[in-house]
């Protein structure tokens, strides 16, 4: 049977500390997330620059001239990253600094030495406050169905793996059939801010998308000088 691929989160951990770091990342992919590091600010920043995770754990205390606090201000203060979930590791115990990492812009505080139970278990609760509703949904066209709840794409009751980017894009597509969208438009619902890539990567997609689907991937009907748009039925 063909399992379906579950798009991971993305977590960011910006830490200075390499055994700190290879524990967090380790305990992180293990529980299924795309985990990344940068040992400080200036690294961090190029990894937002590049992909905007889901997630940031973010050390209190950074070399390089800026302080976790300084970053969180900063992303705070930026549209595209005003929205990132942010959860402080940090020595600092005190109620004050507790305070002053929230009112920076942490969403969450965990005090080192911390159980890699508890971090795990905070991530997942800040995961869901954070987590889109309208994914949780299930989507019919024509004899190909989508259920975003398990990550699962069937075809005349046959299961498809499609791969997580592929699943986001045909679950946009499912839901606005017969339309014609621009590559544009595609890039803007459903990558939103999160990369920075060209229109022509859609195509890319589309074609890993079709490959997936395999008799069902005619229903996505390229529109030319226009863009895409899924059919309710596929070509015979």
């Known amino acids: 049977m063909n ?11 910006v830490e200075d500390q390499q055994d700190i770091v290879e524990l967090i990342l380790i305990h992180l992919r293990h529980e299924g997330f795309e985990a990344v590091a940068a040992e400080n600010g200036v690294a961090a920043q190029r990894e ?3 992909v905007l995770p ?20 900063n992303w705070r203060a930026a549209p595209r990253t005003k929205s990132i979930p942010i959860i402080f590791l940090t020595a600092r115990g005190e109620e004050t600094d507790k305070v002053a990492g929230l009112n920076s812009g942490g969403d969450d505080y965990i005090t080192k030495p911390f159980s890699p139970a508890e971090l795990m278990a905070r991530i997942r609760a800040l995961l869901r406050r954070r987590a ?25 009751r046959q299961m498809l793996p499609v791969g997580p980017t592929e699943f986001r894009l045909l679950h946009y597509l499912m ?9 544009a438009s595609l890039l ?16 890319v997609h589309i074609k890993r998308l079709r490959a997936s689907l395999g008799e069902a991937g005619t229903m996505i009907e390229t529109v030319r000088g226009a863009g895409y748009r899924l059919k309710s039925k596929p070509d015979c």
């Open 48 to 50: 937002l620059n590049a």
């Open 175 to 183: 839901k606005h059939p017969n339309r014609i969208h621009s590559r």
């Open 188 to 203: 803007d619902k459903v990558w939103g801010d999160h990369v920075f890539i060209e229109e022509r990567t859609i195509d």
């Open 3 to 13: 399992i379906a691929f579950s798009p991971k989160p993305r977590v960011l951990v």
């Open 132 to 156: 889109p509703e309208q994914l949780a949904d299930t989507v019919t066209v024509g004899e190909l169905s989508l259920d975003a709840a398990s990550l699962c794409v069937c075809y005349q």
């Open 54 to 73: 889901d997630l940031v754990l973010l050390d209190w205390m950074l070399p390089g001239g800026q302080s976790g606090l300084d970053l969180a201000r």
